[in-house]
């Protein structure tokens, strides 16, 4: 069997096939379940019952649900589930989808009584920062902002649901069934809320550095770059390999509007004290720059800063893109500001991105080989009738409450919506 993160490019692109509901389980952090995190709604559930949620239905549960069942069955029949759209579009816009990323060969997969061999851990919400393009369901920070407010987040969001997110004993309740999982299990995938903050990952740390099937997983979680743990690097140093992301979105006052109340230059310190205690023959890093509305004029400017600054420390550039909330997704900007866009990102230097065999999409070499499929991906829709009022009205709200201003920090992009 073929590891995701060593393989090249898996071109499937005649088949609708994905592997992941056989080898993948997804907690979010409301306790629901899915196959992945590009999945939209449905959530696992039996027939009709409601959705699974943790602490009620555990791991075991989820993984045997009837949703479940009913999604490998449209995949084996060949069928696109609507619950994967964002795969369909990505790869609609020639960017390698976590489908085509993550797939195995149908040779290479246990159809009977098989058990996981990744897990997606959304541990909590857990977060010291509210990102623009984060969301109450994910961050503790934005829960406490949007309550106060009228946000359009509750456009997305159902208010009287959201609360701050703590699934503080996920680890030690599914104890029996991770136990019987982890000799099987290659990857585990941490993402918050903040990962640094979130007790059941230490949790997690401690049962398979104690159990000994560290050796063989591969960890890998995000951070958003505020903690540094000395304390944390002996256990890591003990998996297989260890993959931090590094949300790093743009950089100086722009990435200080964007990651509200982070400080760039404190996470470009933070980076250099981690690289001092980690072993660097296990531990990998990667910056993961999620590619928004707010940051896709400045691409050029990350990519520099990486090359010059801080390549020797994250071995890595790589990127993923907004979806939601649609009023910070890149396609709702007017067409004249997506032409100045793409002429600016088609004129940047090139730039070899790094270690590219930890990307997500595995084809790309240089920066302009993503800002290509960047281009492609922001003009594969015209958006902007529908969502650039929410953006006008979010943005200001936002810009309001926190004591920030769009057209300041962003002078050249503010321009150019502005002809
Ligand atoms: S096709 Fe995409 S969204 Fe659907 S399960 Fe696979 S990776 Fe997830």
């Given at each position: 069997?073929?590891?995701?993160?060593?393989?090249?490019?898996?071109?499937?692109?005649?088949?609708?096939?994905?592997?992941?509901?056989?080898?993948?389980?997804?907690?979010?952090?409301?306790?629901?379940?899915?196959?992945?995190?590009?999945?939209?709604?449905?959530?696992?559930?039996?027939?009709g019952?409601?959705?699974?949620?943790?602490?009620?239905?555990?791991?075991?549960?989820?993984?045997?649900?009837?949703?479940?069942?009913?999604?490998?069955?449209?995949?084996?029949?060949?069928?696109?589930?609507?619950?994967?759209?964002?795969?369909?579009?990505?790869?609609?816009?020639?960017?390698?989808?976590?489908?085509?990323?993550m797939?195995?060969?149908?040779?290479?997969?246990?159809?009977?009584?098989?058990?996981?061999?990744?897990?997606?851990?959304?541990?909590?919400?857990?977060?010291?920062?509210?990102?623009?393009?984060?969301?109450?369901?994910?961050?503790?920070?934005?829960?406490?902002?949007?309550?106060?407010?009228?946000?359009?987040?509750?456009?997305?969001?159902?208010?009287?649901?959201?609360?701050?997110?703590?699934?503080?004993?996920?680890?030690t309740?599914?104890?029996?069934?991770?136990?019987?999982?982890?000799?099987?299990?290659?990857?585990?995938?941490?993402?918050?809320?903040?990962?640094?903050?979130?007790?059941?990952?230490?949790?997690?740390?401690?049962?398979?550095?104690?159990?000994?099937?560290?050796?063989?997983?591969?960890?890998?979680?995000?951070?958003?770059?505020?903690?540094y743990?000395?304390?944390?690097?002996?256990?890591?140093?003990?998996?297989?390999?260890?993959?931090?992301?590094?949300?790093?979105?743009?950089?100086?006052?722009?990435?200080?509007?964007?990651?509200?109340?982070?400080?760039?230059?404190?996470?470009?310190?933070?980076?250099?004290?981690?690289?001092?205690?980690?072993?660097?023959?296990?531990?990998?890093?990667?910056?993961?720059?999620?590619?928004?509305?707010?940051?896709?004029?400045?691409m050029?400017?990350?990519?520099?800063?990486?090359?010059?600054?801080l390549?020797?420390?994250?071995?890595?550039?790589?990127?993923?893109?907004?979806?939601?909330?649609?009023?910070?997704?890149?396609?709702?900007?007017?067409?004249?500001?997506?032409?100045?866009?793409?002429?600016k990102?088609?004129?940047?230097?090139?730039?070899?991105?790094?270690?590219?065999?930890?990307?997500?999409?595995?084809?790309?070499?240089?920066?302009?080989?993503?800002?290509?499929?960047?281009?492609?991906?922001?003009?594969?829709?015209?958006?902007n009738?529908?969502?650039?009022?929410?953006?006008?009205?979010?943005?200001?709200?936002?810009?309001?409450?926190?004591?920030?201003?769009?057209?300041?920090?962003?002078?050249?992009?503010?321009?150019?919506?502005?002809?």
């Amino acid at each position: 069997m073929k590891w995701a993160v060593e393989q090249k490019s898996v071109k499937m692109s005649t088949s609708n096939f994905c592997s992941l509901p056989w080898t993948q389980i997804e907690i979010q952090t409301d306790g629901t379940y899915r196959a992945c995190c590009r999945q939209v709604g449905k959530q696992y559930h039996n027939d009709g019952e409601d959705v699974l949620k943790f602490p009620e239905a555990g791991f075991k549960e989820a993984w045997n649900s009837d949703s479940l069942q009913e999604l490998r069955r449209k995949f084996l029949n060949n069928e696109r589930p609507s619950e994967c759209a964002n795969c369909w579009k990505e790869e609609a816009a020639g960017i390698e989808s976590l489908r085509l990323n993550m797939s195995k060969k149908l040779s290479d997969i246990m159809f009977v009584d098989p058990t996981p061999e990744l897990l997606d851990l959304k541990l909590g919400s857990h977060c010291n920062i509210k990102c623009r393009i984060c969301n109450p369901f994910v961050s503790s920070q934005w829960t406490t902002e949007a309550h106060k407010e009228t946000s359009k987040q509750w456009s997305y969001f159902d208010k009287s649901f959201v609360k701050h997110k703590r699934n503080d004993s996920v680890i030690t309740a599914n104890k029996e069934i991770l136990d019987h999982w982890l000799p099987n299990i290659k990857q585990i995938c941490v993402y918050g809320g903040e990962t640094f903050m979130i007790p059941p990952f230490f949790e997690l740390l401690d049962m398979c550095v104690d159990s000994g099937h560290a050796e063989h997983i591969e960890l890998i979680f995000n951070t958003n770059g505020t903690y540094y743990k000395p304390e944390v690097a002996e256990k890591l140093n003990k998996f297989k390999m260890v993959l931090f992301h590094w949300s790093i979105d743009d950089i100086d006052e722009r990435f200080n509007y964007q990651r509200h109340p982070a400080k760039f230059d404190k996470v470009i310190e933070n980076v250099k004290l981690w690289n001092n205690t980690i072993d660097r023959g296990i531990i990998k890093n990667k910056i993961w720059c999620t590619v928004s509305l707010l940051n896709i004029a400045y691409m050029p400017e990350l990519s520099e800063y990486w090359d010059r600054n801080l390549r020797q420390y994250i071995e890595l550039l790589d990127f993923g893109y907004c979806h939601d909330p649609l009023y910070y997704n890149m396609k709702i900007l007017p067409n004249h500001t997506k032409e100045w866009i793409s002429e600016k990102l088609t004129n940047a230097t090139s730039i070899d991105i790094g270690d590219w065999k930890y990307a997500t999409d595995k084809s790309c070499r240089t920066n302009l080989d993503h800002f290509e499929k960047m281009t492609a991906f922001m003009n594969s829709e015209d958006l902007n009738e529908k969502h650039w009022e929410d953006f006008l009205e979010e943005c200001g709200r936002a810009d309001k409450y926190r004591k920030e201003d769009f057209a300041s920090t962003f002078p050249e992009l503010n321009r150019s919506i502005n002809g």
